[in-house]
């Protein structure tokens, strides 16, 4: 789970340059709902809210407008929802009872106490195996994300916003010079004003 200082970092971290306050726009903007809040009221997003988050900025960039990019964003949802949905119907529980007399035991099968009833209980996968989906998902809107256009528009972005920042401390440091060199020019008039007069009360 990400809460919104960590999927600033992990933006940041792949080159998508937003501020805090563009995040919040974003999640608000798009509808990206939070799947869990603490009792300080810190709110934590999963995986594909953050992927929802890397696609928006992806189509923002392609000059989609907000209503246009929450309609892709919820296809985006339903999709991964529909592949959950037929990937887990064919699962069923395994009974741990028919592992148990198999001649090779399998490792992922957790130890359980003996049931007093003598009745076999089930083991469901399913939620391990969505778990595999979602994270397959994620990898590859990060893939096709990593791979497009954008990618390069935003690493561009990075640099030119790292060249106004030297841009900036040059003119900044050259604007200090300038002020010294006022300061200096002033203190020198001074000085040969002061002399100039000296020489003339001196004359007379």
């Known amino acids: 789970m990400f809460n919104r200082e960590s999927i600033l970092k992990s933006l940041n971290a792949e080159n998508y340059y937003i501020d805090k306050h563009s995040l919040d726009l974003f999640l608000e903007d798009w509808k990206i709902e939070s799947i869990y809040e603490d009792e300080d009221g810190l709110e934590f997003y999963d995986d594909l809210a953050l992927e929802k988050i890397k696609k928006g900025i992806s ?96 690493i561009e972005a990075g640099g030119y916003k790292r060249d106004n920042e030297i841009l900036a401390k040059q003119v900044k440091e050259l604007l200090e010079h300038n002020r010294e060199l006022s300061q200096r020019i002033e203190q020198l008039e001074s000085h040969a004003s002061k002399h100039f007069w000296a020489r003339f009360w001196r004359g007379k």
């Open 59 to 154: 189509l923002k960039a392609q000059g989609y407008s907000d209503e246009q990019i929450v309609t892709k964003l919820s296809r985006m949802e339903a999709k991964v929802e529909k592949s959950s949905e037929e990937v887990a119907q064919p699962v069923q529980p395994l009974m741990v009872s028919e592992l148990m007399n198999e001649e090779e035991e399998s490792t992922e099968v957790v130890p359980q106490e003996e049931p007093s009833s003598g009745k076999s209980f089930t083991l469901d996968v399913s939620s391990q195996t969505l778990q595999m989906l979602a994270e397959a998902v994620a990898k590859k809107i990060s893939d096709d994300i990593t791979n497009s256009d954008m990618a390069t528009r935003l």
